[in-house]
Every structure is written in C-alpha cells, then in structure tokens.
C-alpha cells in the first residue's frame, strides 16, 4: 500500500492560511455578493461565474443550500413544479413525476449537485459569515456588505465589541429568503419599504416571485422568498422550481446591470 506523503501539522496550518487569506483578499471586491447560499442565491451564482463574474456567496451557516437539503417538514424530498424540471435536468438531478406538471427530487442530491455546479463554474464562499450592513456611499449608492463570523453572535454581551469588516461590490443580490436581511437594514434606514410575505398560495406565488425578482435599489437586485417580504407575495412552502428559476433571472439582470455600468 503506498504510503502518505510526508506532511506535518505545520504545513497543513499553513495551507489552509495561506490560500484562505490569498481568496479573501481577491474577494473583496467582486462583481456581485450574493447573501445567502439558498438554491436562489446558488442558482445566480452559478450563472453568474458561468458568464464570466466574480461571485462571492455569503452563508451564515457552516453548509450551503439553505432548505433544499431537507424539503418540507423534515422530509428531505423536494418538490418541483413545471417548468423548473428544465434547470433539474440541465444540472443532472435525478426526479420524478408524481402527477402532472408535479416532479419530486431528493433534496440531498438535488442540493449537492446545485452546490458542484456552483464551484465548478467559479462561486467562492465565505461561510459561517453573517450579513450586518451594507455599504453605502453619500449618494445613496450601495457598493459592498459589512460581515463578520457567525460565531461572535453567540459570545457573551460582556465579551467586548468584534468590529467586521467590509467586501465591495458593483451589485449586492440578497438571497436570504423570507428574512429578507438585505431589504431590512435599508429599511431600517428609511430607504425603502417591505410589506411582509404573506400566507401560503402555491398557484400563485411561483409566479408572482418571478415576475417580481428585480432590482428594488440602486445596486440591489432581490431574488426568491426575499421577494415575497419586499412585496407582500404569497409564500409557497416546500417546493423549489420558483427558487431556482428566480436565481436565474436575478443572474441575467445582474449581468444586464453589469454591462451598463
């Protein structure tokens, strides 16, 4: 049996420094930040870095992919309506109809295969990093995000102040679902106004997600349950065609927006 090569702790500290440090820094200024790593967030990733973008993923969580990994109730089986079966079928995922225009998918390998194809089209991440402000200039424009690590929100009040730091980009999309954490804090700033989603209507609310994912700020473009807070759209639970077909039109205003700037 051929053995391992002969590497010490040392070299591995060093590696994970290293090359941690050599991405951050490259990432601090991207073309677009994406917060939240949902399947909406992943979805205008991957199509952004496919066309050639400089896309940095912000994820508060240690995993990617938000509720895709386990569907509806704890039952990892997520469910597709018509006409999401295309992006299905575009990232090999493996589904099933169960009646007409219905398709139902693992949710495990559903999400797995949105997350390579992300990678593998250039996404990086920043991980275990939580959203707190925005960057915002003298003229209203809205040009990066200020973060820090998830962790410093469980230390104790009496721990002292951990300041974050801030990345910059040309456009900011938020992706944190029904949260909507972007949307809030220009809110709070009296930018804008969300209305709050509002009760579950699957008919429609697919939909009406798409017709309304867009730019609601100069630099802001919304995608997937973020939309239903910013405009009072239904929410429709547990199933995902919406998500990632939003993703997909939040990537081709952004690169729309991209160009024109």
Not at 25 to 42: A, F, Q, R, T
Not at 201 to 220: A, N
Not at 222 to 232: E, H, I, N, P
Request: glycine share 12%.
């Amino acid at each position: 049996m051929e053995k391992f090569s002969p590497v010490g702790e040392k070299d591995i500290t060093r590696a994970i420094v290293t090359e941690f440090a050599r991405q951050f820094s490259e990432y601090v200024e991207s073309d677009c930040i994406i917060i939240g790593g949902g399947p909406s967030g992943l979805m205008a990733g991957r199509n952004l870095a496919k066309a050639g973008k400089k896309v940095l993923i912000v994820e508060r969580n240690n995993y990617l992919g938000g509720g895709f990994w386990i569907g509806g109730y704890l039952m990892n089986k997520v469910t597709v309506r018509h006409p999401g079966e295309r992006v299905l079928d575009e990232l090999g995922i493996p589904y099933k109809a169960v009646s007409e225009g219905l398709l139902v998918a693992d949710g495990p390998h559903a999400c797995s295969k949105l997350i390579a194809s992300a990678c593998d089209s250039g996404v990086k991440f920043a991980n275990m990093t939580v959203f707190e402000d925005l960057v915002l200039r003298e003229d209203g424009r809205l040009c990066g995000a200020v973060i820090n690590w998830t962790p410093i929100l469980a230390l104790p009040r009496e721990i002292t102040c951990v300041d974050p730091v801030a990345i910059e980009s040309t456009i900011v999309i938020d992706a944190t679902g029904h949260d909507a954490q972007v949307l809030k804090k220009l809110e709070e700033r009296g930018l804008i106004k969300t209305k709050g989603f509002g009760a579950m209507w699957v008919e429609r609310s697919e939909d009406l997600i798409l017709e309304h994912t867009g730019e609601v700020y100069p630099g802001l473009i919304v995608t997937g349950m973020a939309v239903s807070t910013m405009y009072g759209l239904p929410r429709m639970g547990p199933t995902f065609g919406a998500m990632l077909l939003s993703g997909e039109v939040a990537a081709e205003i952004t690169l729309e927006k991209l160009a024109s700037s």
